[in-house]
């Protein structure tokens, strides 16, 4: 019997030794780790991010309202003008033979007139002595009447003269002002962005008006930003607005939204929906005193839809369930370093972090995700 306990009390140490061994070797199932951020204060800013372009706030094509060739071309493309100055001529030959013809059909149209007057006396000499002649009856009705006529003739020949006279004014004035067309001059002050004719082109302005130079006021310039649908709604003018530049993404351009387009950048006259993207132009304007920006430059725009300055913020990524406007749940490290979940109320946002107005405090652990340690290798 004593042998027989003996046996079990060696069986039950052996099998609390290899329960002891297996416990010890074998592979436990580690802490899961956590992904945290503390609770910071930064200054946050939520806005509408959007690309533009770059173009004048004044922009006209000089013309030309006259056919003939360029003879000379008084400026380079670069070239600051002045309202007034002289662009171009172009060859003024035709339109100063037609100046001359009308100013001699003038001439011509004056001493009809003349004649016209000195008739017009005679007939009422006439008839004054046909009237005194009747009187004294050393006259005819008829010589009478004849020279009444006569009277009445001369009378209409000579509003007819000065119709003309009126007629060859006009003609004068035309063609002096399309005289005046063969010398182009700047509308407005600005600088040559481009010349599109040179010397010794022939225009041809018979259906179109040609375009002799591009002049633009660089002065202030214009940034069309092309913002979406999603986004349009959140914007008015008056917002602050600021941009950079893809080769100059350091400076920075500070500005005031001017206006926000009704229509769309292109509108479907049919009516029928697409699939296609739809955007409307935000614009602003931005001064160039020293014309470092230029015409079709890409301008990357922000418009600040608000600010907060040193204000308490999470990370996106430590957001949980969205629990309603303003409200979500996040999950986070206790004194313990136990996972807890609590109830937030945010503020704005940015690309990358999210104000806490309520739930948190400065330091607090926010979990970004959780990964539970790998399995140790058994080698």
């Not at 206006?259 to 935000?282: E, F, K, M, R």
């Amino acid at each position: 019997m004593k042998k027989l306990m003996a046996h079990w009390r060696l069986l039950l140490c052996l099998l609390l030794i290899a329960g002891l061994l297996t416990w010890w070797f074998w592979p436990q199932t580690p802490p899961p780790s956590y992904l945290t951020a503390k609770v910071s204060r930064q200054d946050i800013e939520q806005s509408v991010q959007a690309s533009g372009v770059l173009q004048a706030r004044e922009q006209l094509d000089v013309g030309a309202q006259v056919t003939g060739q360029v003879v000379r071309l008084l400026v380079d493309e670069g070239e600051r003008v002045k309202k007034g100055q002289l662009l171009a001529e172009i060859d003024p030959t035709v339109a100063q033979n037609k100046l001359q013809r009308s100013e001699a059909d003038l001439a011509r149209a004056r001493a009809d007139l003349e004649m016209k007057q000195a008739l017009l006396r005679q007939h009422e000499l006439g008839l004054k002595r046909q009237q005194e002649m009747i009187r004294d009856q050393a006259t005819s009705r008829a010589d009478l009447e004849q020279a009444q006529a006569q009277l009445a003739t001369s009378k209409a020949e000579v509003a007819n003269a000065r119709t003309a006279i009126t007629t060859a004014q006009i003609d004068v004035a035309t063609a002096r002002t399309e005289l005046g067309y063969n010398r182009i001059v700047a509308p407005m002050d600005g600088t040559v962005l481009s010349l599109v004719t040179r010397v010794g082109q022939t225009l041809v302005s018979s259906q179109v008006v040609p375009t002799l130079l591009k002049l633009a006021d660089l002065d202030t310039m214009t940034v069309k930003a092309q913002i979406s649908e999603a986004d349009v709604v959140k914007i008015q003018p008056g917002m602050p607005v600021y941009f950079t530049l893809i080769g100059d993404p350091d400076t920075r351009y500070d500005a005031k939204l001017r206006s926000v387009q009704l229509a769309p950048t292109s509108i479907n006259d049919s009516g029928a929906a697409t699939n296609s993207a739809v955007y409307y132009y935000a614009m602003f304007d931005v001064a160039n005193p020293e014309h470092k920006l230029r015409v079709a430059m890409t301008a990357q725009v922000s418009i600040v839809l608000g600010q907060r300055k040193q204000v308490l913020t999470i990370p996106l990524t430590a957001l949980g369930s969205n629990l309603g406007k303003h409200q979500a749940q996040v999950d986070l490290l206790d004194d313990k370093k136990q996972k807890v979940s609590r109830t937030i109320t945010t503020g704005l946002r940015d690309e990358v972090n999210i104000e806490v107005v309520d739930g948190l405090k400065e330091g607090d652990e926010v979990i970004l995700g959780s990964s539970t340690a790998s399995t140790p290798s058994p080698w």
